[in-house]
């Protein structure tokens, strides 16, 4: 009778959760993308997903169909037998009448099961679902299972829990004896079955098995292990008396209660105590089938060995391994450590170090304190001593007072006109300095007027292009100067100002405006010192000349792009244009001309990295520290 209630209840929530998948698209596929080629896959889930295990099943595979792309994707339905709730499965026609009725208009491509119950089911109903492949995923061979239809690929966890059993010897090589508690419902009953199939094999490791218990029992016979045992917990959801639990808050407190180290086979349990072990994750079993969904038999593992692999690792508490002196060099290779806190010292070091110097220092401070008031008193004694003869030659002293304070005022007197001297000389220093600065930009601007007039009257085309590339680096040099002495010879150069009077000057020399040609700036506001603005000045103005120069060939018209940005800590310059872009097999080093080696000069004085592209243009990247690496070394 309880068996039928069961049934009519969860027949009831599947009826709901049918209206709710019918009016929604599937997980992973959008309503447009229902198209004929999308796989149709349901996935046969034992529990609900307010259990960690589903839940991390189903988070890891959302994130295995999250990484297809949206017309590969399947049409997935989903179905949870809530068994840690209902139990048992219960009557197989109700169940195959439900599926049948449900998928009636459902050409499935596969069904996939991930755990006993889900397994039982499917096995025990070989007729259902004709046409479909059938993927049964970790399970525990048992009586409860059906034979199925011959068709399945199968995946059990037969040999990797003989795996996570003969591990514990090997990290405790003491351990004569594994207590194995389980319960016993369908999942714990196919365990059991299972590890005693199992025995034989662990030579000279003992099993037991605890299967009916209270939980206070359980907790009681834990504590007084001898120290030869470990406990093997498999999660537990039902006492001896039907009872409901809750496998994670057991497991918590089987950890803490026992007297011996508690290990596992599921990741869903770490985090509470327990040790750890080889265990099956969630994650990895969850990302399996979502592929298995999406690709069928090209996703599935060739042999059992490849099933653990894909979803079985070595996984540790930290705390727990601290607690029960396990050390980490006989973790086996590749295993994986959770919830490793820093010890007292990694945590607290800065300010233990800190709090050391403080001490230090006071200290310090305290001797010299005390050292101080030693002299002080010692001060004190000798100035009384002395008190009375110096009564006897005050008169005397007076007169010698007054001569020092006639020096003494004559010597302020001249300190005063010193100090004078000194402000009037650094405002004539300061003045010869921007005379300086405004005599050498006078002078640039002279020799940019003397290159150009010799680039206009030569003869030669490779001269007058030697002139106008010569013009254009004096001028990048000239723009400098201007934007010194506008602001009056700061320390830090602003970048915006001076790149656009680079970019502006090698646009004049070469006629951009009359050759249809339009150029764009985009700079951060970014300041550098001279010497390093120097240097990207003359590597903007070469590569915005070889852009006028030859990217528009026969006077097309179009656009060249100057950017500087700064991002994680460097400077990105690009210049880049939509002409015609770089010949195939360009390279920097083997160019005729001085451009780009001078590029390539400056760009490893500023410890850059210089690369180039040609794609709908040419397009040339520097990227340089954002700090002067001479002067930060």
Not at 78 to 107: C, H, M, N, P
Not at 212 to 225: H, M, Q
């Amino acid at each position: 009778m309880k068996d039928r209630v069961a049934i009519a209840s969860v027949l009831a929530s599947f009826a709901l959760s049918a209206l709710v998948v019918a009016a929604q698209p599937a997980v992973g596929q959008p309503a447009a993308a229902r198209g004929s080629g999308s796989r149709h896959v349901l996935v046969l889930y034992s529990y609900s997903r307010l259990l960690p295990w589903e839940d991390r099943v189903m988070r890891g595979m959302d994130a295995a169909l999250g990484a297809i792309a949206l017309n590969r994707r399947p049409f997935l339905y989903e179905e949870s037998l809530d068994a840690g709730r209902v139990g048992t499965i219960g009557d197989l026609d109700a169940w195959r009448r439900y599926f049948e009725e449900k998928y009636r208009d459902v050409r499935l491509d596969a069904v996939i099961t991930e755990s006993q119950q889900a397994a039982s089911l499917l096995l025990s109903l070989p007729e259902l679902f004709p046409g479909a492949e059938r993927y049964v995923l970790h399970y525990a061979e048992g009586s409860s299972l059906g034979g199925g239809n011959g068709a399945e690929r199968r995946f059990s966890s037969s040999e990797d829990m003989e795996r996570a059993l003969r591990l514990i010897p090997t990290l405790r090589p003491g351990t004569r004896r594994v207590v194995v508690v389980t319960d016993r419902t369908v999942n714990g009953m196919a365990r059991v079955e299972q590890i005693a199939q199992l025995a034989d094999r662990l030579e000279g490791l003992g099993i037991d098995i605890w299967d009916t218990f209270t939980e206070e029992e359980l907790l009681s016979r834990a504590a007084d292990l001898p120290k030869d045992t470990a406990v093997m917990y498999l999660p537990v959801q039902r006492d001896r008396n039907g009872g409901r639990l809750v496998p994670g808050v057991v497991g918590e407190r089987l950890a803490a209660a026992a007297s011996v180290p508690v290990f596992t086979h599921f990741d869903s349990l770490l985090g509470s105590g327990i040790v750890g072990g080889y265990l099956v994750s969630g994650d990895l079993l969850g990302r399996l089938m979502g592929e298995i969904a999406a690709r069928g038999d090209m996703a599935v593992p060739v042999s059992q060995a490849g099933y653990a692999e894909a979803t079985m690792g070595y996984y540790f508490d930290a705390r727990a391994l601290a607690r029960w002196g396990i050390g980490r060099e006989s973790l086996p290779q590749g295993s994986v450590i959770l919830y490793d806190e820093k010890s007292f010292w990694d945590r607290y070091w800065y300010a233990l170090v800190i709090g050391a110097a403080v001490f230090a220092l006071e200290s310090l401070l305290i001797l010299a304190l005390v050292r101080s008031s030693s002299q002080r008193a010692k001060a004190m004694r000798a100035l009384a001593v002395e008190r009375s003869r110096l009564e006897l030659t005050v008169q005397a002293r007076t007169a010698d007072l007054s001569a020092a304070n006639d020096d003494l005022v004559r010597e302020i007197g001249d300190r005063e006109r010193a100090e004078s001297k000194a402000v009037a000389m650094a405002a004539e220093k300061a003045m010869l300095l921007r005379e300086l600065q405004h005599r050498v930009k006078n002078s640039l601007t002279i020799i940019v007027s003397l290159i150009g007039l010799e680039s206009s009257k030569s003869g030669s085309a490779e001269l007058r292009e030697s002139l106008e590339s010569l013009e254009s680096r004096v001028s990048a040099l000239a723009a400098l100067y201007d934007i010194l002495y506008d602001t009056g010879g700061i320390e830090r150069l602003p970048l915006a100002a001076y790149l656009d009077r680079v970019v502006d000057a090698a646009a004049e020399s070469l006629g951009a405006d009359e050759k249809g040609i339009s150029l764009t700036r985009d700079i951060a506001p970014i300041a550098m010192d001279m010497k390093r603005a120097v240097s990207l000045g003359l590597i903007v103005n070469e590569l915005v000349t070889d852009c006028l120069k030859y990217a528009f060939p026969g006077g097309a018209r179009g656009t060249v792009r100057v950017s500087l940005r700064a991002e994680a800590g460097r400077y990105l310059l690009v210049v880049e244009d939509d002409g015609v872009g770089l010949p195939e097999g360009f390279d920097p080093d083997s160019v005729d001309g001085f451009g780009f080696k001078l590029v390539g000069m400056l760009a490893r004085q500023l410890h850059g990295e210089f690369s180039w592209s040609s794609r709908d243009g040419s397009r040339f990247s520097l990227s340089i520290p954002a700090e002067d690496q001479a002067s930060s070394g």
